[in-house]
């Protein structure tokens, strides 16, 4: 082998043709595997060592390994400023969130103080901040209001005979119920991150993941529409909840409470107005301006002087619990309700945090443990629960500020639990006036983010319109079919759209471009020219069970060669052909009886001359009877015997009788003279074999080779070709002779093959690169 560079760009290289065992030996394939025996690595992982121990404690503890180098004159700075952001953000957000989850609001602070500081311990992400997020929250409320309705706690007023709901023990059921989803929660995340499930996230596309958080932003909209007019709503759960939902507060409308929408009218216009001043400026202003806190605190101050609640009845946060409530086990008999619920928030929470501390890690040039994340995500909800907390994620808006302020490790997220910390302790209870109005508008301002999604629609019907089914298919579901059950419906279509896209896979012909060794689609490109009497085959899919059959069709119709009509016919011609020879045999006979007869009762003066005319009668060489006429030109009585015609050319292989008009016998007849001697199945694009492969490329060649065509592979992976050894199906000659490195090794050797059988006539010509 001779390889050169003669220029920068170009190259030239000088080998043989390369059959598959040819390279075996010339790249001396390894008998055997790298891999140490599973005993040794059976022993291996359970041999104990201090190393082995320092490197596993450090694995799943990483606080171990980043905090002993944390550098106080590096990271200090950006670590307090973005954690002081971060823990002001909490506070409105919590509280806001809670009400979503169907709790009250502390019961946010207590999610934005645990599971942050346990995640600090456990997690890898130095930038996303853990919390409550709008899209938990609302899943976690749908459960809390499905197994906690109001209808289970009406009691009768004995005043005035009415039904009324117990609030107080509504509430606390609702916690009971929360703190079970997510301790079940908890604990699947960290079983899923044991046996690093961690890629279970991967089959959550992004337009999937995109479109359910749209939904589920729609959802959390129509939720809290209620607290921006002032009404009462009854709260639906189930498919088509959402259509219920909007029903009734198009009915409750004339029952707005205008104060309560112009407390919500004036907080939105000065949150958005704020918010972009923040974008805007955002590069010179030190920090952004705390404007949740800012319209937490004033409206606070002017509902408790004005005493709208009194005045005006607008709906306010009531009694916030000042201090920390002592830990509790969650209620281990609400577990298997919830189950079913738990398992879609797993995933969802999941593939949000990921994502969002992946894309964190790329852009600042360090990795997270996909599997680590799940113990972390896991340890934080199931030890959580017991502090009365509900399901935590990352929060995007909150993550972007974090890192915006210069937050460099985890210490910003332990600033600020502190802050929520001073906050339930001391301050939490004096927002008691606050109205729940203000914590709407808080909630649909950080949920534009979402909206913006919508941009997805004419992006994705420009660039993949499959990908736009996902996300319409995801966001209609989860509408109207419920968060866990539109999940389901997304993911089951998801993966339909895979499969179709593996069944109806591009198939294509390949041309030769002249001059060079590559092969390319005829379609796509002009310059690509056919070899004549070879078909190169590429499918742009693995070929499996799903699309065996109709690859197998696909070549027929590319290289004009239908198997079946094929087979057909010979079958037909074969059988009529020994219908033939049949017919001559009796033919034969009969005359030679005659003779015979005659003989024996002609006068004995002509038995000389009848014997000279006996003569004549000669006997078939292939023993099929007496005929007249000589047999080297075939010829009966001056009829043609097609059982002395020439071996047809391949070009003349079973012709149909002149008889045969029919359009079928006409389009048959062109099918047959083909001109077509090889075929070449380019398997490179095939990641695995299965046993319907294995017998459809089998069947390939067996039936082309009924027709006298040959059928070559080329650019087979060494996967492959060791599945189609153990399918044991082929011989050993077929895998040894007609297996090729590539594409051109294969056309070279069927070009040698050819020009071997057909000597002196003129063939296509390629020069070996």
């Known amino acids: 082998m001779q390889v050169g560079i003669p220029s920068p760009g170009e190259f030239c290289v000088q080998r043989k043709v390369l059959a598959e065992s040819a390279l075996d030996e010339l790249a001396r394939r390894r008998t055997h595997s790298t891999k140490?025996?599973?005993?040794?690595?059976?022993?291996?992982?359970?041999?104990?060592?201090?190393?082995?121990?320092?490197?596993?404690?450090?694995?799943?503890?990483?606080?171990?390994?980043?905090?002993?180098?944390?550098?106080?004159?590096?990271?200090?700075?950006?670590?307090?400023?973005?954690?002081?952001?971060?823990?002001?953000?909490?506070?409105?957000?919590?509280?806001?969130?809670?009400?979503?989850?169907?709790?009250?609001?502390?019961?946010?602070?207590?999610?934005?103080?645990?599971?942050?500081?346990?995640?600090?311990?456990?997690?890898?992400?130095?930038?996303?901040?853990?919390?409550?997020?709008?899209?938990?929250?609302?899943?976690?409320?749908?459960?809390?209001?499905?197994?906690?309705?109001?209808?289970?706690?009406?009691?009768?007023?004995?005043?005035?005979?009415?039904?009324?709901?117990?609030?107080?023990?509504?509430?606390?059921?609702?916690?009971?119920?929360?703190?079970?989803?997510?301790?079940?929660?908890?604990?699947?995340?960290?079983?899923?991150?044991?046996?690093?499930?961690?890629?279970?996230?991967?089959?959550?596309?992004?337009?999937?993941?995109?479109?359910?958080?749209?939904?589920?932003?729609?959802?959390?909209?129509?939720?809290?529409?209620?607290?921006?007019?002032?009404?009462?709503?009854?709260?639906y759960t189930g498919p088509l909840s959402q259509v219920y939902t909007l029903i009734d507060l198009c009915s409750l409308l004339p029952k707005t409470n205008f104060a309560t929408l112009v407390i919500s009218i004036v907080a939105l216009f000065v949150l958005i107005l704020v918010k972009e001043l923040n974008a805007c400026y955002r590069k010179k202003l030190p920090m952004s301006i705390p404007i949740e806190l800012i319209v937490l605190i004033v409206a606070t101050i002017v509902s408790y002087f004005a005493q709208i609640r009194i005045r005006y009845e607008v709906d306010v946060v009531g009694v916030i619990p000042s201090g920390l409530k002592a830990p509790r086990v969650p209620d281990g008999n609400l577990f298997m309700k919830v189950f079913g619920d738990a398992f879609a928030?797993?995933?969802?929470?999941?593939?949000?945090?990921?994502?969002?501390?992946?894309?964190?890690?790329?852009?600042?040039?360090?990795?997270?443990?996909?599997?680590?994340?799940?113990?972390?995500?896991?340890?934080?909800?199931?030890l959580g629960a017991f502090f009365q907390c509900y399901v935590v994620t990352a929060s995007l808006s909150r993550s972007l500020v974090q890192e915006s302020a210069g937050g460099k490790t985890q210490v910003a997220g332990v600033v600020s639990s502190i802050i929520v910390l001073i906050t339930i302790l001391k301050i939490g209870s004096l927002f008691a006036e606050l109205p729940k109005a203000i914590l709407a508008t808080i909630?649909?301002?950080?949920?534009?983010?979402?909206?913006?999604?919508?941009?997805?629609?004419?992006?994705?019907?420009?660039?993949?319109?499959?990908?736009?089914?996902?996300?319409?298919?995801t966001w209609v579901a989860t509408i109207l079919l419920n968060?866990?059950?539109g999940l389901a419906v997304s993911v089951v279509f998801s993966m339909l759209t895979v499969i179709f896209r593996i069944q109806l896979p591009r198939y294509s012909i390949l041309g030769h471009v002249p001059g060079t060794e590559l092969y390319v689609d005829m379609d796509a490109y002009e310059e690509a020219k056919q070899i004549p009497g070879i078909t190169i085959f590429r499918s742009s899919a693995t070929i499996c069970y799903t699309n065996a059959e109709m690859y197998l069709e696909a070549l027929q119709k590319k290289s004009g060669i239908n198997i079946m009509k094929l087979l057909t016919e010979k079958k037909r011609l074969e059988n009529k052909l020994k219908r033939q020879q049949e017919k001559e045999k009796r033919?034969?006979?009969?005359?030679?009886?005659?003779?015979?007869?005659?003989?024996?009762?002609?006068?004995?003066?002509?038995?000389?001359?009848?014997?000279?005319?006996?003569?004549?009668?000669?006997i078939s060489p292939m023993g099929e009877g007496p005929t007249h006429g000589s047999p080297m030109n075939g010829h009966v009585d001056g009829q043609v015997n097609s059982a002395y015609q020439k071996d047809p050319k391949v070009s003349d292989m079973y012709p149909v009788d002149d008889d045969d008009s029919s359009k079928e016998d006409v389009d048959v007849k062109s099918e047959t003279r083909h001109h077509m001697h090889s075929i070449i199945l380019d398997l490179s694009t095939t990641s695995f074999v299965d046993t319907v492969t294995a017998k459809t490329l089998n069947n390939i060649f067996n039936d082309f080779g009924e027709i006298d065509v040959s059928v070559y592979l080329a650019g087979c992976q060494v996967c492959i070709v060791q599945q189609l050894k153990r399918a044991g199906i082929f011989s050993e000659s077929i895998l040894l002779n007609n297996l090729f490195v590539t594409i051109h090794d294969a056309v070279l050797h069927t070009l040698e093959t050819k020009a071997l059988k057909d000597c002196g006539q003129d063939i296509f010509c390629i020069t070996k690169m």
């Open 483 to 485: 968060l866990d059950i």
């Open 36 to 235: 140490p025996p599973l005993a040794e690595r059976v022993k291996d992982s359970l041999r104990c060592s201090v190393p082995r121990l320092k490197r596993a404690v450090l694995k799943w503890v990483p606080v171990l390994s980043w905090l002993p180098q944390y550098s106080i004159k590096e990271n200090a700075v950006g670590d307090v400023v973005s954690g002081l952001s971060v823990g002001i953000m909490h506070l409105p957000q919590g509280m806001a969130y809670a009400l979503l989850a169907s709790l009250t609001p502390v019961f946010g602070l207590y999610t934005s103080l645990y599971p942050v500081l346990i995640y600090f311990i456990f997690g890898t992400s130095r930038h996303i901040s853990i919390g409550t997020f709008a899209v938990i929250s609302i899943m976690v409320g749908s459960v809390t209001e499905k197994f906690g309705p109001d209808s289970l706690f009406e009691v009768v007023n004995g005043t005035n005979g009415t039904a009324e709901v117990d609030i107080e023990a509504r509430d606390a059921y609702r916690v009971q119920i929360a703190c079970a989803v997510t301790a079940v929660v908890g604990v699947l995340q960290i079983l899923f991150g044991l046996v690093r499930f961690g890629f279970v996230v991967t089959y959550l596309s992004e337009p999937l993941v995109r479109g359910y958080t749209t939904a589920v932003a729609l959802q959390v909209l129509l939720s809290q529409l209620k607290y921006v007019i002032g009404v009462n709503t009854t709260r």
């Open 443 to 473: 909630v649909f301002v950080n949920l534009k983010g979402m909206f913006k999604q919508f941009h997805d629609i004419p992006v994705l019907w420009k660039s993949n319109k499959m990908d736009l089914m996902i996300w319409l298919v």
């Open 587 to 618: 033919k034969a006979k009969k005359v030679a009886k005659k003779q015979q007869v005659d003989l024996n009762s002609n006068m004995p003066e002509h038995n000389s001359s009848e014997k000279k005319k006996d003569q004549k009668v000669l």
């Open 345 to 382: 928030i797993v995933i969802v929470s999941y593939a949000i945090s990921i994502s969002i501390s992946k894309t964190m890690a790329l852009k600042h040039g360090y990795t997270v443990d996909s599997n680590q994340e799940l113990v972390a995500l896991g340890l934080s909800n199931m």
